[in-house]
């Protein structure tokens, strides 16, 4: 057989999209960052030479406060990454855990709903309270605001993808007769891998503000509690420098979020076309 | 073809399906032999996936017997694990799963290491005329719609069942598409020596792929029997005069989409 391929599969051959096309659109970005940062750190410079240090430091002296911390401080620096990592880690397994059983166990569905929904409607802030009250480790307190924060959200979302999982999919799979576990792991893991990216990726900056700001009202140790401290001490060039720290972390892990999206999603037209 | 020798693959005997005071199967009696290619045919609505549901062991018949190589499909759901395998009328692919990992899926399940799966995976891809690396690796929406209707037929072969159901699979390719796609499957089921069930509302393409075809009216009760071969087939005035018998037999010829 010398022509096996025929014409239809021919036609299923498309073009690669262009490689070129992506960090073209990655340059524009940067040189766009580059000048709004510069603009911003203009304004700032410009803005300390008539006011005092206290309302707006120096470039210079904030960069050396920066490099201060870097050099000294970075232990709270790792230890908010770690904090925030590893309760977005589990409240992604535990959220995702309670959504499949949601959108699976029919009879336990409204009541988990109810109670989802009544937990999103806390305040943050309440829950912080409520950690101050509740624990004394300082661990703890921030591990119980964040994990209490994110669940719900990631509950909700598999939920919502559990229910979007067709039943076309569900019978076909069926048709081999596998085991609960073998539907899990070929079927609902997979289905339910992009919403729990999605969730991620929306939540994983609130989640790190929500770090920070956990740290400030309820520990002593992490970016958002040298930040309270600094303000304590009027350190105006310090509560800049973790700010811009922050906002460095922030986006870092924004980052990894989008580079594990890309990964994990090379299957879907939506993102391959990105 | 002696029939006292034929092993028997399916056996339904005074088989009804109710859905509430609705019967979608009536009174349905028929059997299936090894190496056989059935087309249950019908228009829209008479009850031949209701009967082929029955037969997968996924709905329970009302009242009657249903036997797949002797063994009740729905009490003996797992007992028949890869003995039997499913292709639709869409394609069912899992979209995360690239074209040769949707074949290996059976395989999976039925606990076959990687390399195994990815080499049957692979052969069967050529057997449905998908060769090349790219092609295997490419993921659904990446393919055409006959491509991925290729692969759901190559997934379900894969796992070499004695038994292959067809509902509808060709009915929603385009013309030429599904032409094609017919004629390799036929080709290939009668290689291998399979047993098929196919399910079509199409008159035309059951004359074309089936050994024997039972003309369903709604509900589904067996209206005709017509037995085909390779001359009948050939036969343009045979074909010409079947296919009006069938046509009165189903209740009008059936030009719908199924479903
Ligand atoms: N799950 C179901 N619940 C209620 N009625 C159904 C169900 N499945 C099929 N039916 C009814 O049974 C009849 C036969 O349907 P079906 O077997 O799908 O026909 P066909 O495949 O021949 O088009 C139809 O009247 C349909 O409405
Ligand atoms: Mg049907």
Same mark, same amino acid.
């Given at each position: 057989m010398s022509t096996r391929i025929d014409p239809e599969t021919a036609a299923g051959l498309e073009p690669p999209a262009p490689a070129g096309a992506e960090r073209n659109y990655f340059k524009r970005d940067l040189f766009a960052s580059i000048v709004i940062i510069a603009l911003i750190a203009f304004a700032m410079e410009a803005w300390s030479w008539v006011a005092p240090v206290y309302i707006m430091p120096s470039v210079v002296l904030t960069g050396d406060e920066i490099l201060t911390i870097l050099g000294e401080d970075y232990i709270h620096i790792v230890t908010t990454i770690l904090r925030l990592l590893f309760a977005v880690a589990f409240s992604l397994v535990v959220g995702s855990l309670i959504g499949v059983v949601m959108g699976i166990v029919r009879p336990a569905e409204p009541f988990i709903k109810a109670l989802v929904v009544i =937990? *999103?409607?806390?305040? %943050?802030l309440s829950w912080m309270l409520f950690a101050i009250f509740w624990f004394r480790g300082t661990e703890e307190r921030v591990f119980f605001i964040l994990a209490v924060i994110l669940i719900p959200f990631y509950a909700l979302n598999v939920y919502d993808g559990i229910k979007a999982l067709s039943t076309d999919l569900i019978e076909v799979v069926e048709t081999f007769r596998p085991s609960r576990w073998q539907v899990f792991r070929l079927l609902i893991l997979p289905h339910i891998v992009p919403y729990v990216l #999605?969730? *991620?990726? !929306?939540?994983?900056?609130? %989640?790190?503000?929500? *770090?920070? =700001?956990?740290?400030?009202? !309820?520990?002593n140790t992490g970016m958002g509690a040298r930040m309270g401290l600094a303000q304590d001490e009027l350190n #105006?060039?310090?509560?800049?420098?973790? *700010?811009?720290?922050?906002?460095?972390?922030?986006?870092?892990?924004?980052?990894?979020? %989008?580079?594990?999206e890309k990964r994990l999603l090379k299957w879907r037209p939506e993102v391959s076309v990105r | 073809?002696?029939?006292? $020798?034929? @092993?028997?693959?399916? $056996? /339904?005997?005074?088989?009804? @399906?109710?859905f509430g005071a609705h019967p979608a199967v009536l009174d349905l009696s028929f059997r299936v032999m090894e190496g056989e290619i059935v087309a249950l045919l019908g228009r829209t609505g008479a009850g031949k996936s209701t009967a082929l549901h029955m037969i997968m062991g996924v709905l329970e018949p009302t009242r009657g017997t249903v036997r797949v190589e002797g063994l009740d499909p729905y009490a003996q759901f797992k007992e028949l694990r890869g003995r039997l395998s499913v292709s639709f009328q869409n394609d069912r692919l899992l979209p995360w799963r690239a074209a040769w990992e949707n074949v290996a899926l059976g395989l999976e399940i039925l606990g076959f290491d990687k390399e195994t799966q990815r080499s049957r995976a692979i052969e069967w891809l050529e057997n449905v005329k998908i060769v090349g690396e790219e092609n295997v690796r490419k993921y659904p929406h990446e393919l055409s719609g006959g491509m991925r209707q290729r692969v759901s037929l190559a997934r379900a072969l894969c796992v070499d069942p004695a038994l292959v159901l067809l509902d509808e699979s060709f009915s929603q390719l385009d013309h030429v598409t599904s032409k094609a796609l017919r004629s390799d499957f036929t080709e290939l089921v009668r290689r291998l020596g399979k047993t098929c069930v196919l399910i079509t509302h199409r008159i035309d393409d059951a004359l074309e792929m089936a050994d024997r075809i039972l003309v369903l009216a709604a509900p589904a009760k067996l209206a005709l029997e017509v037995r085909?071969?390779?001359?009948?087939?050939?036969?343009?005035?045979? /074909? $010409?005069?079947?296919?009006a018998a069938i046509a009165a037999a189903m209740g009008g010829e059936d030009e719908t989409e199924a479903a």
């Open positions: =937990f *999103t409607g806390v305040p %943050a #999605m969730t *991620t990726k !929306s939540i994983i900056g609130y %989640a790190a503000r929500m *770090t920070a =700001f956990a740290e400030l009202v !309820s520990v #105006m060039q310090g509560v800049i420098g973790w *700010t811009i720290l922050l906002v460095i972390v922030n986006l870092g892990v924004q980052a990894i979020v %989008a580079w594990a | 073809m002696t029939a006292v $020798e034929a @092993r028997t693959v399916i $056996e /339904l005997d005074r088989v009804d @399906r109710y085909v071969t390779a001359d009948r087939r050939a036969d343009a005035a045979w /074909l $010409e005069t079947q296919h």
